[in-house]
């Protein structure tokens, strides 16, 4: 059941990892104006991604120094995301071993 539970944990922290990467592409081609915002959902769909990594990014932001546009808070969370990944495998293998 512990276990079960450690691997749901991966797979969301796998999938935020994806939403990261997919509001950074997004960003990027809105920036060169590949994707144009005009259209309304479009607009929902970035605003959706934005609320829902806005409270991620926010902590990272306060800590990081301002680099002008350059933004790295979602580099910043990516690597957490992959430490809080690389932990719970770590205790999911320890429960394995212990209930072997």
Known sequence: ???AL???ADLLLRVLGW????????SWLIAFNVINTSSEGVRRFVQGID???DPLY???RKILPDFGGLDLSPIVLLIAIQ???MLIGGLAND???AGA
């Open 6 to 8: 450690f691997n749901i």
């Open 19 to 26: 939403i990261v990467i997919a509001q950074v592409v997004l």
């Open 51 to 53: 609320r829902l990594l």
């Open 1 to 3: 059941m512990l276990l």
């Open 95 to 97: 429960v394995a071993v």
């Open 58 to 60: 926010r902590p990272i």
């Open 83 to 85: 430490i809080v990944r």
